[in-house]
């Protein structure tokens, strides 16, 4: 399968080519209106903040119909030597890679090799025995439940420039002893499956996971520069090294914007493909056409799945599936210390953008949209008529509805140990998510809708001029919770929480201290996570999205904690002394 690269000239003399061409240009008529040189000088600019001989920057490919359109590089590969970025220069992909290890399952499964509705206990017996089986099928969607390791790397204070392994991994995995929710029932972005699934590979091929996708895989779809890296010691040649922008203080100090930001991974599955945008090129041309493989495969990887409820989400094999400005859209975007990447397929339209940077200021998925704006302006013609159950006309429906802010804005504990925050806004209220405020749009009094995702918020129990329950609603999911007290504890309070817990999850220990009128968190001296209190027992930190909740023995003393944050749900402390 060998792409072929367009030039103006070709576009300006496609008349002179003969059919092949011309009918290419038919099927996309309205995508092909600009000339290549027109399309080449607006992405130019995107990346113009990096097209420099002093910066990172990034590999640029876009194909449209099988063919490739633009292909660049901006800025440096080597920031040292002046290497410049090519359409040949290696990248770490972060988790771009979990498309490729999807497509290993789905390819066993095809010749019998395995069963995704088997538990993973059939093929790596290590993996512990929780209340409920995990599937491969529910770790390729992340729906499994299965606590996510760069998430407990973090807990146990180490950082992306730490040598990582795929033994480090499983050893955190073995160590789990919930899960964060009963699999099927949610989704919750997991390394840990893939990391698991690329184990799968390995067990049931009797190959390693690097040889068997290079031999069933990379070497099929002529993607020679491509491989999983599963030794971080390992020569490259051509690879991209990675860079972190530095604060304007620290630029000021050493007279540069940049500095390194190394990664030392030997983790396969999850992340650790090395390529190149002329690789992706022709593996995004295979998820059009669906040469290798077979359509039948493709399709099942953009297949969005049930959860147990029977409500649908918006992640296939290792691809994001969902819409983008109205077309159907396959995506995976990915970040691992500066490496950023975006690999974007517009099915319809035959359209594929693959970004790979080595900056921590590229900002990969945001600048593949852009591309693919140039295209889609191409073919807005009329618009639609409006349907009434759209986003913009119900937002223009709440437009009717009043409410009283006050009656909603506060903290909520969720029965999954989470929490929700609702903040005010003028005449409305908002799903506060971190330091991001959603505006959430009523359908009624007390049912309201956000439109980034398929999510809502319904409010219960009006007492005291006040409603006192709250239900998440998260792509057909949903988690009641209760409206939770903000006044601060007293010092007297505040210390029967402080001593020393032990993770036994992490193996780590943790020293809670009492900060003002809340607590700190330590982990080896450092200070790590400080929460607020929020009600007995309970303390809460809404930037951070962490939460908090202490357990009494039977002589109502402390005696542990659950904590959750992130992609970590009710992870135990155990209170070892004062």
Do not use: C
Not at 20 to 28: N, S
Not at 84 to 91: D, G, K, L, W, Y
Not at 175 to 195: C, H, I, K, V, W
Not at 545 to 564: C, E, N, P
Request: net charge neutral.
């Amino acid at each position: 399968m060998q792409l072929k690269t367009f030039s103006s000239n070709i576009i300006k003399t496609a008349q002179t080519l003969g059919f092949g061409i011309v009918f290419q240009m038919f099927l996309v008529p309205s995508l092909l209106a600009k000339d290549v040189p027109d399309i080449t000088t607006e992405i130019d600019k995107f990346f113009a903040p990096w097209n420099h001989d002093n910066t990172p920057g990034a590999a640029v490919i876009v194909t449209l119909g099988g063919k490739i359109i633009h292909r660049k590089g901006y800025g440096l590969a080597h920031l040292e030597y002046g290497i410049p970025i090519t359409a040949e220069t290696v990248f770490h992909s972060a988790s771009v890679s979990k498309q490729f290890t999807a497509f290993a399952i789905a390819m066993l499964a095809d010749k019998g090799k395995l069963d995704i509705k088997s538990p993973v206990h059939e093929y790596i017996s290590v993996v512990p025995h929780f209340n409920w089986p995990i599937t491969i099928e529910h770790m390729l969607h992340h729906t499994s439940g299965l606590r996510d390791v760069v998430s407990l790397f973090r807990m146990q204070g180490r950082n992306i420039s730490d040598v990582s392994t795929d033994d480090h991994i499983m050893r955190l995995i073995t160590q789990q002893q919930d899960l964060n929710f009963e699999p099927n029932t949610r989704f919750m972005y997991s390394n840990a499956g893939y990391t698991l699934l690329s184990k799968v590979v390995a067990k049931v091929s009797g190959k390693s996971f690097r040889q068997w996708t290079t031999d069933e895989i990379f070497k099929p779809l002529a993607m020679t520069d491509s491989h999983f890296n599963d030794d971080y010691t390992e020569i490259v040649p051509g690879r991209a090294y990675s860079y972190q922008t530095l604060s304007k203080a620290d630029q000021e100090k050493d007279k540069t914007a940049y500095a390194k930001f190394p990664i030392n991974f030997s983790m396969v599955g999850s992340t650790g493909l090395l390529t190149t945008v002329d690789d992706l090129a022709r593996w995004m041309d295979n998820l059009i056409t669906g040469e290798y493989g077979g359509v039948e495969l493709r399709d099942r990887m953009i297949e969005k799945p049930l959860l147990k409820n029977g409500a649908h989400i918006d992640y296939g094999y290792g691809l994001s599936i969902s819409r983008y400005k109205g077309h159907p859209a396959i995506s995976h975007g990915g970040i691992d210390a500066g490496f950023h990447s975006s690999l974007l397929v517009l099915p319809e339209q035959k359209l594929g953008i693959a970004i790979l940077g080595n900056s921590t200021d590229i900002p990969a998925v945001t600048l593949a949209q852009k591309i693919a704006d140039i295209f889609l302006s191409e073919q807005e013609g009329t618009p639609a008529m409006e349907d009434k159950n759209t986003p913009v006309a119900t937002q223009r429906a709440a437009a009717d509805i009043t409410i009283t802010p006050q009656q909603y804005s506060a903290r909520y504990i969720m029965e999954d140990g989470t929490f929700l925050h609702i903040t005010e806004r003028e005449k409305g209220i908002n799903l506060q998510v971190g330091p991001t405020a959603l505006k959430l749009y009523p359908t009624a009094k007390n049912d309201f809708f956000i439109t980034e995702a398929d999510a809502g918020v319904i409010f219960d129990k009006f007492e005291s001029g006040a409603y006192q329950q709250a239900t998440l609603r998260n792509a057909g999911a949903r988690t009641k919770g209760k409206r939770i007290s903000a006044t601060a504890g007293s010092s007297e309070q505040l210390e029967q929480y402080a001593g020393r817990y032990y993770m036994p999850e992490i193996e780590r220990f943790l020293e809670i201290t009492v900060k003002g009128e809340g607590l700190a968190t330590w982990t080896a001296g450092v200070e790590g996570i400080g929460a607020s209190f929020a009600g007995k027992d309970h303390f809460i930190n809404p930037q951070m999205g962490v939460t908090l909740k202490f357990q009494r023995g039977k002589d109502g003393q402390i005696a542990a904690a659950r904590a959750s944050l992130g992609r970590i749900q009710n992870m135990l402390f155990e209170k070892v002394m004062p």
